[in-house]
């Protein structure tokens, strides 16, 4: 079909498979994102644990949110100069999405370490060839890379390099969004105040 016969306007997805109401909210965002998460993962949504990271023109360890990145790609740059970041979790088969805001910071080196041994070799080798976010001439030079970095391993173990590694979000505001009928979703914020954190509706 001709895109231009689409009404891309009246493309509209009407959200009715659940509710989410005061009595259902935990007190601890960190337990409400477990529930939602392994409800995720139990309802084999794709990718529960992709997140999307926004990051100032930037997984769920103890009580903060661990990815792991080249420091040296624009979004380590970027939280060099600005560490405040916006992590965005959406599941569609569950017509629900947690926003959460926070500080980045960097892993501690041995959890780099132990999380860069877990990747299989290809990855680690990739971490290692990938020069991130740098623009590059073509696919083969990035091969070529590839070549370079598992001759040089090729009799040493495969080390994490130090421009890549992990950051930790610690979270100072989670929202929880549960799609509803009529765009009248339900939305509730926690903030943290005074270490304590409080929880509030939010018009959708
Ligand atoms: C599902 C999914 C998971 C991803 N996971 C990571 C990741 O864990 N670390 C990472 O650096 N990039 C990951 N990426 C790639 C990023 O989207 C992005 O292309 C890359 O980090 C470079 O971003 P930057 O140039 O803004 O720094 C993922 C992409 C997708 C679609």
């Not at 495969?158 to 549960?178: C, D, M, T």
Request: with cysteine.
């Amino acid at each position: 079909m001709e895109s231009s016969n689409i009404n891309i306007a009246a493309i509209r997805k009407d959200y009715t498979l659940k509710s989410f109401s005061e009595s259902d909210l935990l007190k601890n965002p960190f337990e409400q994102f477990r529930v939602w998460f392994t409800e995720a993962i139990h309802a084999e949504v794709n990718e529960p644990n992709a997140m999307t990271l926004a990051t100032v023109k930037p997984e769920l360890e103890d009580d903060c949110f661990v990815f792991f990145t080249n420091y040296s790609s624009n979004k380590g740059q970027q939280i060099g100069v600005n560490n405040k970041v916006a992590l965005v979790f959406f599941w569609p088969e569950l017509e629900r999405q947690v926003r959460i805001e926070g500080i980045a910071e960097k892993l501690e080196e041995y959890k780099s370490d132990d999380y860069f041994k877990s990747r299989p070799m290809s990855s680690q080798i990739g971490a290692h060839a990938s020069p991130q976010s740098l623009e590059i001439e073509n696919r083969q030079y990035l091969e070529d890379l590839v070549v370079k970095m598992e001759e040089l391993f090729s009799d040493q173990p495969i080390v994490r390099p130090n421009f890549w590694g992990g950051f930790k979000v610690i979270a100072h505001s989670f929202e929880f969004w549960q799609g509803r009928s009529s765009r009248l979703h339900d939305r509730f914020i926690f903030r943290k105040s005074n270490n304590e954190w409080l929880r509030k509706r939010l018009a959708p």
